[in-house]
């Protein structure tokens, strides 16, 4: 299996432009999540996605962050207009259950987002 | 919400020795995952050892293993013959069903 993949790997971009960050799932992962890792408040969820549909978005920081997944094998985390402190790096992770539970989350290599 | 506590932000081995990483963590729950992933320069974030908190036998993956101590919610892992490979930011993560929470980490640097 290829593993998670995201992309792009490295984005630069300037305050107030839109920034999109794409995410594929392990096939066969049922639940998809994303993260972002900055040094002052380390990983942080933001949302999880079972079966393309938004269960938890509680970690999402403003209206400014949306995410979607229109299909099992595809989603997308759009932040609308960047900011500098949204400086950080992304991560997709994807798992499915086994015995009942979800189990291990599998992570992306992650998208590194600098706003000037 | 689980708290995690890596009391240790910097650790350093000689390589071939044995390294202990330590985990604290609060939660109600009582059936949940533990995991350590490991985050090398190239931040990607790799699965080391996972553990179910049901299991009263300690995880064990080659060179890794971990020391589970349910009642004092501790979860320590262990490294033995360290390898210049092994030198990375070590998480300790508790999860219950999807709500899974990261340490600070702990840096280990391995001394040829």
């Known amino acids: 299996d290829a593993g998670v993949i995201q992309s792009p790997r490295h984005e630069v971009t300037e305050m107030g432009q839109e920034v999109t960050l794409r995410c594929k799932p392990i096939s066969g992962h049922d639940y998809l999540f994303w993260y972002r890792q900055t040094m002052m408040r380390g990983l942080e969820l933001l949302i999880y996605?079972?079966?393309?549909?938004?269960?938890?978005d509680s970690g999402m920081p403003e209206d400014r962050f949306s995410a979607k997944m229109p299909n099992a094998s595809f989603s997308t985390l759009k932040i609308q207009p960047s900011e500098p402190r949204d400086s950080a790096v992304y991560f997709c992770?994807?798992?499915?259950?086994?015995?009942?539970?979800?189990?291990?989350?599998?992570f992306g290599p992650g998208t590194r987002l600098t706003v000037l | 919400a689980q708290t995690v506590t890596q009391s240790q932000p910097e650790m350093s081995v000689q390589e071939a020795e044995t390294v202990t990483l330590s985990c604290t963590y609060d939660?109600?729950?009582?059936?949940?995952?533990l995991f350590w992933y490991k985050q090398p320069p190239s931040r990607q974030m790799i699965l080391v050892i996972r553990?179910?908190?049901?299991?009263?036998q300690n995880a064990t993956e080659n060179r890794f293993s971990v020391n589970f101590q349910k009642a004092a919610k501790s979860f320590s892992l262990k490294i033995s013959d360290s390898q210049l490979g092994d030198a990375a930011m070590y998480f300790c993560a508790p999860k219950n069903n999807n709500d899974m929470r990261f340490g600070a980490g702990t840096r280990l640097t391995v001394k040829p």
């Open positions: 992770a994807s798992s499915t259950r086994t015995s009942g539970r979800t189990d291990t989350q599998y």
């Open positions: 939660t109600s729950e009582s059936d949940y995952y």
């Open positions: 553990q179910e908190a049901y299991k009263q």
């Open positions: 996605f079972n079966n393309n549909v938004p269960i938890d």
